[in-house]
C-alpha cells in the first residue's frame, strides 16, 4: 500500500494576522450597514403636559418611525398615528412604532401620539413635519 505524506501546513503568524485583519474589517462593514441610517432621514421631537413624541422622517411625506413617552415613567396605553395610521398600541411607558409609509398631507404632516389611561384620553400631542 501506499502511504499518504502528509504536508506541514502550519499557521504562521503572518498568516493568522491576514485572517484577524480580514474578519475584522468584514464584521465592521457587516454592522455599519446594519446601522447605518439613511442619509436623509431626520429627526423632531415635541414634548406636551404627559408624553413626549419623536419621529424619524425621510423629506415631507416618508415616516420611518414614531417614539412615544410618558413624561412621568408612569405606563399608559400609548398610541402614534400618523392621517389614517391608527394601528398600533401599547400598554407601556415607552413605545417604538415602526412606520415606513409615505403621508400625503400638504402643506404639513402632523405625527402624533397618545396617551390613554382607565379607557380615558389624557392626551394627543402632535409632531409637525415642515
Known sequence: MYARQKR???VTPTRRRLATVAAALAAACASAL??????????KSTCGTYICVATAYQGRDYV???TVTTREGLPGT???FVGDYRGSRAGVSRARFVVNREFRAYPRLAVCGGLDRSGRVIENHCVMIP
Not at 34 to 43: D, F, G, L, R, W
Open 64 to 66: 420611518q418611525d414614531i
Open 34 to 43: 446594519v446601522t447605518a441610517a439613511p442619509a436623509s432621514a431626520e429627526v
Open 78 to 80: 400609548l398610541r402614534a
Open 8 to 10: 506541514d501546513r502550519s
